[in-house]
Each structure stands twice: as structure tokens, then as C-alpha cells.
């Protein structure tokens, strides 16, 4: 489960940031896993709106909005959880999904 949701979010971040910019990947202390990609910022309503199956922002990439729900219910599964930010954390633009991790017992 935990390699759909990383593979699905990279996927995305490559998908939707323009041509030639970098996706940064970032693994915290704190039980944490950044994807960080480049460009406009994602409207403010629509941003929770993007783990509903087929839902898709402004975009003319391809795709069937099924990536973010998928990570979204495995991440659920895993007891984890799912942050979507935009723009993405210390900047002006970009999007950044995060996949806070449980403490295992």
C-alpha cells in the first residue's frame, strides 16, 4: 500500500508541474513523507476537493482523477493521513502532498 501511495503521488507531482522543474521528495523525522512539486497555486476550494474519485483540478494533463482518491483511501487504510497544501509549505506556488505516518506499537 505504502508503494501505490508514493508511486501515485510522484506520479502526480511529475504530471502536473511544468516541463523541466524538479519534484522535491522529502522524508522527516517526524514520520513524514513530502512530494513537492513547481507551479501555480491550486484554488483554495478545490484543494479538498482532490481526493474525490474523478475529481481533477484546472489542468490539461491527462488523467482520470483517480490518483489522489486511491492514496487518499490507502492512506486511511494504513492509518495514516493525507495533506494536501498549495502553495506548497516555505513558498509562493506549487503543491505539496503529505503522508503522515503512524507510530507503529
Known sequence: AFGIVIRNLLENALTHSPEDSPVDIYVDENRSVRIVNDGTAVDPALLPKLTTRFMRGQTQASGSGLGLAIVDNLAKRMN???????????REQGFEARI???EQA
Not at 495514516?80 to 516555505?90: E, R
Open 80 to 90: 495514516a493521513s493525507l495533506i494536501l497544501s498549495s502553495p506548497a509549505s516555505g
Open 100 to 102: 503522515d505516518l503512524p
